[in-house]
């Protein structure tokens, strides 16, 4: 037994508090790359993270897929969901304390059952909040987010927000309000909006139109409530392209944020940029936080990683180094993110049914991010890579490239600017030259 539990139970006997033990270590369950107190780049690996566990992925996924019902057995189910929803929250604490992450996030529906009646789903999620606020405050965890499920149930088929009947879009703002209040009452630090089922599937019965003005609506009404009463954080919007519809109202980074602009969101909404939903998008992980970046709204990461050849969100735990390296580049030159972490939303496979599996997934994610960052810095300090892409645009540092920055030039005058250089000579973009850096850097010791 352990000390590493706050509830009645102990969930996963035999298994302490993940240490770290460096890169030669040979015992599978502590961390290689991952030491929360060191410092890299001016703060704490923790600090730089905020790492959370994702309630869904973490203590609901039973490994079932359209193929083949679940795998995966839970040890807290049990036949009263209340009591389950109890034994699930502590196994939550649990495993985050054992694995030293000091954040956590969930739906309103993975932490408490929905009632029988909106005055029920409310009741039993305030009963869970009541238990959540006891255990963060026996183990120090903190509510990085959490958000409203309104896309499991079948009144959701057609959106929440954007649904075609007004009653759906009131039952989707009930389930809003009362998430808002547990993250009031739990002192969460932001609050986020993933589109569920806002999208479509045929503009044969879709006006699209009026179904985006719908859910800028329901957003502003989402956020006034949070203000009145005293939410203080980030609203984060989570863009992903496809699944469940075809089309998701909020496609990519750049499709967030113009919407955002365009309906007077952005000085409270921010994104929470998830890897496996970039790439469903075509973009590369890194591309969507340099959008976000770039607008100043680099609010979250939903830190997973996709299938190379599947095309849908398969939400792996990250492992692939070059792309931490790239996504701790866009971080590291932001400044870090806007309030936000690294929110593991991940899941296991089907087949990985031993109950330390979760604990291995997120050693692996965390060392992997953690990897990114010490490198990443390496890369930044190294100058080499950050002196390339300066030199690049030094055109614009002086003379006429100077005067175009500065808006004083006229299509005329660069008319005039053309005629009077010549042709231009050719520059290479070095784009093998500054892969192979980043290998040296990485493995040159
Ligand atoms: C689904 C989303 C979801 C959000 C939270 O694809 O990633 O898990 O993060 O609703
Ligand atoms: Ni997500
Ligand atoms: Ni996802």
Redesign the pocket.
């Known amino acids: 037994m352990s000390n590493y539990y706050v509830g009645n139970k102990e969930f996963y006997p035999g298994i302490g508090k993940i240490p770290f033990e460096g890169p030669k270590s040979d015992n599978p369950l502590a961390f290689k790359f991952y030491d929360p107190e060191k410092v890299v780049a001016g703060k704490k690996m923790k600090d730089h993270f905020k790492f959370s566990l994702a309630y ?1 992925h973490a203590f609901m996924g039973d490994g079932s897929d359209p193929f083949g019902s679940g795998t995966i057995a839970h040890p807290w189910d049990t036949k009263d969901p209340m009591e389950t929803a109890h034994n699930k929250a502590d196994a939550c604490f649990e495993v985050a304390t054992k694995l030293g992450m000091e954040y956590y996030c969930f ?1 309103d529906r993975d932490a408490s059952p929905e009632g029988a009646s909106v005055g029920d789903s409310e009741k039993n999620l305030a009963k869970v909040v009541d238990l959540l606020k006891e255990r963060q405050k026996a183990t120090g965890i903190k509510l990085l987010w959490n ?1 409203a ?1 309104a896309f499991n149930h079948p009144r959701y088929s057609n959106g929440a927000s954007t649904n075609p009947d007004f009653d759906v879009l009131a039952h989707a703002a009930a389930q809003v309000k009362a998430a808002l209040d547990a993250n009031v009452a739990l002192g969460g630090q932001n609050y ?1 909006f ?1 589109g569920g089922r806002e999208g479509y599937m045929s503009l044969l019965n879709t006006d699209m139109k009026r179904e985006l003005s719908h859910m800028a609506q329901f957003l502003s009404l989402s956020r006034d409530y949070g203000r009145k009463i005293g939410f203080k954080g980030n609203f984060f919007i ?1 863009p ?1 392209p496809k699944e469940p519809t075809t089309h998701q109202y909020d496609y990519d980074a750049a499709t967030v944020v113009g919407f955002l602009k365009a309906n007077g969101l952005d000085k409270d909404f921010l994104l929470n940029i ?1 890897a496996n ?1 970039a790439t469903l998008a075509g973009h590369s992980f890194a591309h969507d936080l340099q959008v976000a970046a770039d607008n100043g709204m680099l609010g979250s990461i ?1 830190a997973n990683r996709g299938d190379l050849f599947l095309g849908w ?1 398969t939400d792996q735990f990250p492992t692939n180094v070059y792309d931490a390296i790239e996504a701790m580049l866009v971080v590291l030159r932001a400044g870090g993110l806007k309030g936000g972490g690294f929110n593991f ?1 991940a899941k296991l496979r089907r087949n990985s049914t031993d109950a330390d599996d979760i604990f291995h997934a997120h050693i692996g994610g965390m060392d992997t991010f953690a990897l990114g960052l010490t490198l990443a810095d390496k890369i930044i300090t190294d100058g080499r890579l950050e002196k390339f892409r300066s030199d690049r645009y030094a055109s614009f540092d002086s003379g006429k490239g100077k005067d175009f920055e500065a808006g004083k030039l006229s299509l005329v005058d660069l008319r005039d600017h053309a005629a009077s250089v010549g042709e231009t000579k050719l520059t290479s973009g070095k784009q093998e030259y500054l892969e192979n850096l980043i290998n040296q850097v990485m493995f040159g010791c």
Do not use: L
């Open positions: 869904w739906h958000t499920n986020v993933w989570e992903k998830e939903h939903d969100d939303d």
